[in-house]
């Protein structure tokens, strides 16, 4: 009965894609009970599939290494960064996984930072191009300020009415 737990526990974490615990159980009961053949047929089978995931993962690992090197908006780059960090995670120990990780890892940052950069200087251009604006308007209200007032002209000329010549009054 204690065989048949344990494969049962083995089994349902096995289905729930959690085939590092499942084999550490399956070690564990195959040390209890060396002579149960379906507890080997079983390690065999985890074994088997976390060389599989692990080949599917580093698969996975080149590829996300590829589009890092193609990616140039910051929000693309940090969802490549965060699958990164999830698919590497589960490999803590294996240093060529965590080789790929720390290669996508690198390139990756390297982008968001030469990213912020670009940001940082197109900020600064904006901000010079504002303070500049500032200034010459300043400087404009100023000059406003201290025209010199000029007097309106009429439309209508006034015209010297001229004397009388001689006799003529009146």
């Known amino acids: ?26 070690d ?8 149960e053949a379906r507890l080997r047929e079983l390690r065999a089978t985890l074994w088997a599939c976390l060389l599989e995931a692990r080949a599917r993962d580093v698969a996975a690992l080149g590829s996300l290494l590829i589009q890092a090197k193609a990616a140039v908006r910051t929000p693309e780059l940090k969802a490549l960064l965060g699958r990164t960090n999830s698919t590497a995670g589960s490999y803590a ?10 290669k996508i890892t690198v390139a990756i940052n390297a ?5 912020a950069a670009k940001r940082r200087r ?8 504002f303070i500049l604006a500032i200034g010459v308007g300043f400087v404009a209200f100023r000059i406003w300020l201290n025209r010199v007032p000029t007097i309106p002209t009429p439309c209508v000329q006034i015209h010297k009415l ?9």
């Open 1 to 26: 009965e204690a065989v048949e737990q344990c494969l049962s526990e083995i089994k349902t974490l096995q289905a729930a894609g959690d085939f590092r615990r499942a084999l550490v159980k399956a």
């Open 28 to 35: 564990n009961g195959h040390a209890s009970y060396p002579d």
């Open 93 to 102: 120990g294996d240093s060529d996984i965590q080789a790929i990780a720390s």
């Open 111 to 115: 982008k968001l930072l030469l990213n």
């Open 122 to 129: 197109l900020l600064i251009r904006y901000a010079a191009i």
């Open 162 to 170: 001229g004397r009388p010549s001689g006799g003529e009054r009146g």
